[in-house]
């Protein structure tokens, strides 16, 4: 049977789907799993689409040395051995920039590679992760046809003002501007809601992506009007160790008066902030919720009333608003967390209904609140095989 394979590559992590095409090509998943502590002592589990362990494997120590490249190796030997009588025929990757130009997914050839290298100064801790996965793979199988999935190509239909810092005209035309990011997962969202409530998905909506990154996207009839995530996958929402929206002057405080590095000052945003930084506990929601220290109760808070107060600006962009989506780890299975943000939604008709929240209903606002609130799974290795299948093939007709 044909199939694709989805990656997503980042810096510690490799996660994959398989997914087999069915008659109408549309993407069914086979099996999926992840590589992890890459660097460190990798180890790999993979499962069946009914959750079946195929895999569980440590490379312990002797591992520390191996690289993304080795251990994609390693991955397409055993799915050369294991997965007998499937033909992989394309792999999509996740690039989280696409830039100014790449609007859509596309097949990478030498040119695009050398484009989307060129962009690595954006996005310095992720980018370079997609790009080696890719030219790994070309080393591998240098025919297979490999299609970049981009996390900021689904915010190209915002308004141009969306994109704009309040700085001088040259440097955004130079690129310093809101990209937004989580794009796979919005555009996954937008045609899941389509399918579960038609009504809904015309309307003016926010989706709320809250897992260890976090962002908010507003569409209108399923397209992105604006988002919270900038320049960099830093800005907008508090997340897992990203402190989100900041005043940049505590940034320069903290060079100019403190005597940080820029390297220091990296490290503190990206991975020492967020619900880590303010709780001094962990990072992590579930562990947060199951402490009674007031620490990590204030940061579910700080959590919880800024996503409500960017619920509201957002609202501002759509020109209203008539629902909103809640998904990824915590968007999905975090009942408190979204009762805290829903009760400060209130005053705009939002009417959570407590009991269908607790159980993680897809529909979680009664039927009379003038704001319709639902959860939808998200599943951006899907969208990546999704769009990779039409890349090769074309729309379906
Ligand atoms: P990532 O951005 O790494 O993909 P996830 O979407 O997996 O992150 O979200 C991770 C967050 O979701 C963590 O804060 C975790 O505590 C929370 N989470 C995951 N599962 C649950 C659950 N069953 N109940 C409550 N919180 C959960």
Redesign the pocket.
Known sequence: MRAVVSLNSGSSSIKFGLFMLDGDRNPQPGAAGKIERIGLDPRCSIRDASGVSLVEKDWFQDGAALTHADLLSWLFEWAASHLAGHEVIAIGHRVVHGGIDFATPCLVDDFVLAELEALCPLAPLHQPHNLAAIRAIRSIAPALPQIACFDTAFHHSRPALASRFALPRALHDEGIRRYGFHGLSYEYIARQLEQVDPDMAKGRIVAAH?????SLCAMAGGKSVDTTMGFTALDGLMM?TRCGALDPGVVLHLQLQMGMSAKEVETLLYNRSG?LGVSGIS?????L?QSDRPEAQEAIDLFAWRAAREIVALATSLGGLDGIVFT???G???ADVRSRICRRLEWLGLEMDELANAANAALISFPDSRLKVRIIPTDEERMIASHTITTLFGPRP
């Open positions: 809250l897992g260890n990154g976090a897992g619900l990072s992590d929601m579930r562990s919720s990824a780890g915590i999905e299975n975090h």
